[in-house]
């Protein structure tokens, strides 16, 4: 195969394009932001599986030096009563631990590594429309440039460009909770800063941790109709607090107060899926990430999950001997995996989950390893 382009250089386009680059294909990174920052308000976490997938293609360093480490959780109820407590994952490895980190330093990170090997990376680009022909696939921008390649790689996220090519009809639907994201310096100390800790609330299911730097992140996810599209889009953080405030305090905790603290860095969206089925891929094009099976932030794995699709797409491609065999391959491995993570986050989210003192396995757990193992088959 000649040349390979990505679209959407978020985690999953940018992982992307240095496991392809890694395997020895030719591949460039076309990114609609004019910069790799857009959303840094927004933090997430990247669990072992995650790191485990940056590990394999040398790309761990640069996400370690962002955020910190998290080794432990400990679950609340409303009442303050802790119901449980356990380690996060690999959390004796500190290359696996899990990271919190801000969304837009994750994209910048990985965006920054795949240039400095390399890479093209080229912002600014927003897709339109692709076109499939016998020998090739063709990406038409907004600018009015186009791009040629062997095979094209959507990493476009939610609201895929992509997507409409391959699966016109599908379209993403609301899992059943608003998310609110924030950041603050005012909130107190709570306890280490290498634990996270959720909150089971009357009304809200809430989660905070602190960097060592002093700054306490924290999400609620909160069941009800979704927000509009103004809502989202002009809503302001005095509003979002005077939302969620009441309705903490309905608990004796301190999630109210850290709220209260937080002054401008507060996000909100509507908590989203795909629907499991849908199609992946065409002839010459195959959706990744969020592109391909977004789920509800409920289980904290959006992230992680494109991590593991970056390798295991690069390796597919490296080992197959054929295009079509290769993305079959890549498809018969992830699918089981990423909607089994779909269905139990939006059951999460629904309140519909079946809560379970040890977690189920999901599928594929118990060959992951051998999966991303870069110099394994």
Request: hydrophobic share 40%.
């Amino acid at each position: 195969m000649g040349r390979l382009l990505v679209i959407g250089g978020g985690a999953a386009g940018s992982a992307a394009a240095l496991a392809l680059h890694k395997a020895g294909f030719d591949v460039t990174v076309y990114e609609a932001h004019p910069d790799a920052a857009e959303d840094i308000g927004a933090f997430l976490t990247l669990a072992s599986n995650g790191m485990r997938a940056l590990a394999q293609i040398d790309a761990a360093p640069a996400v370690t030096a962002l955020g910190f480490p998290l080794t432990g959780m400990r679950m609340l109820d409303g009442s303050g009563t802790q119901r449980a407590a356990r380690p996060l994952g690999d959390a004796e490895d500190p290359a696996l631990r899990y990271r919190c980190l801000r969304r837009g330093d994750l994209n910048t990170a990985l965006q920054t590594e795949a240039a400095r090997r390399g890479i093209p990376v080229r912002h600014g680009a927003r897709l339109v429309s692709v076109h499939e022909g016998p020998d090739s696939v063709t990406a038409h921008f907004a600018d009015g440039t186009t791009a040629t390649a062997d095979l094209l790689i959507g990493a476009d996220g939610l609201n895929s460009t992509v997507r409409r090519s391959i699966a016109p009809t599908a379209r993403p639907r609301y899992a059943g909770e608003r998310v609110f994201y924030g950041r603050t310096t005012d909130a107190p100390r709570l306890g280490a800063t290498d634990v996270i800790t959720f909150i089971r609330g009357a009304s809200v299911a809430f989660g905070h941790t602190a960097s060592p730097a002093g700054e306490t992140y924290w999400f609620a996810r909160v069941a009800g109709d979704p927000l509009t599209s103004e809502e989202i889009a002009h809503g302001t953080p005095a509003r979002h607090r005077d939302l969620l405030v009441p309705l903490l305090r309905e608990d004796t905790t301190p999630a109210a107060g850290i709220v209260a603290a937080t002054a401008d860095d507060i996000l909100v969206t509507n908590a989203t899926e795909l629907p499991p089925g849908m199609p992946w891929r065409s002839a010459r094009c195959l959706l990744i990430g969020d592109a391909a099976h977004a789920a509800s932030p409920a289980t904290g794995q959006g992230a992680s999950m494109a991590l593991e699709d970056a390798v295991i797409l690069a390796k597919a491609l490296r080992d197959a001997p054929d295009r079509d065999t290769a993305l079959t391959a890549y498809e018969n491995l992830r699918r089981p995996r990423v909607e089994h993570n779909i269905t139990v986050s939006g059951n999460i989210s629904r309140g519909t989950h079946a809560r379970q003192a040890v977690p189920a396995p999901r599928p594929g757990d118990g060959d992951l390893i051998e999966q991303l193992e870069w110099n394994g088959r």
